[in-house]
């Protein structure tokens, strides 16, 4: 059976301090990895998708990076407002277009 | 665009009632799926449509939940009866394979709250 699982929980950080979030799978066939950021009280935002093993992506403070097992979400030097809930997700398997797993997230707080 | 539009953003009902969630789409987008999110569990698919056709309804509790799309612009959530354990956030999202990369990323509404006495 296909797992996600994120580490840590969650996460306090100061403003400032860089650090990483952690988002390890288990899926036969993966299509995609995908990263989310969702704020109390909203839906899901996306940030970005990762196809295979090696690639990397950025996005202002934040990058991705993936192997075969596991993606990383690094927060270089963050701010508060990137206080939030981080979801990894995984597309995987033959006749699963579209179908995504989410991860149980990583709960995120930067403090001045 | 003006994105995945919900409603009602919040409902509060009793147990044994109908309740209906809708919701609207990107234009274009020909995927469509609903989720329901708890602190228990985290973010559950519970079906998802391709071009109006349920393709995984898998991920649906249980018979009183239902989902329809009539067309492409529109589609219904419905619980009946409703129950306390129903009580939870309803997403609807919806992507396209013909966006940034064909990568099939999912664009999410703000989500209905549900509370089921």
């Known amino acids: 059976e296909d797992q996600v699982t994120q580490s840590p929980e969650a996460l306090r950080l100061q403003e400032g301090e860089s650090s990483s979030l952690n988002c390890s799978y288990t899926?036969?066939?993966?299509?995609?990895l995908f990263w989310y950021r969702q704020d109390p009280g909203k839906g899901p935002e996306f940030l970005f998708t990762?196809?295979?093993a090696g690639e990397e992506k950025e996005k202002e403070r934040l990058k991705a990076t993936l192997t075969k097992k596991e993606s990383f979400l690094h927060i270089t030097a963050p701010k508060p407002e990137d206080s939030a809930t981080y979801l990894c997700a995984v597309q995987a398997g033959k006749g699963s277009w579209g179908k995504l797993q989410f991860g149980a997230g990583t709960q995120v707080v930067v403090t001045p | 665009d003006a994105g995945v539009i919900q409603s009602p953003r919040h409902e509060v009902t009793e147990m044994g009632q109908e309740v209906t969630l809708r919701c609207k789409p990107i234009?274009?987008?020909?995927?469509l799926f609903w989720y329901r999110q708890t602190m228990m569990r985290g973010l559950e698919l519970l079906i998802y449509?391709?071009?109006?056709?349920?393709?995984?309804d898998s991920g649906m509790p249980e018979d009183r939940f239902s989902a329809k799309m009539p067309n492409a612009s529109f589609s219904t959530l419905k619980i009946q009866p409703s129950e306390p354990r129903d009580s939870a956030v309803y997403f609807c999202?919806?992507?396209?394979?013909?966006?940034?990369?064909?990568?099939?990323?999912?664009?999410f509404g703000p989500g209905t709250r549900l509370t089921v006495t």
């Open positions: 990762l196809y295979s």
């Open positions: 899926v036969s066939g993966l299509r995609g």
């Open positions: 999202a919806s992507s396209t394979p013909y966006g940034t990369g064909g990568s099939y990323e999912q664009y």
């Open positions: 449509f391709n071009n109006n056709v349920p393709i995984d």
């Open positions: 234009s274009g987008h020909d995927y």
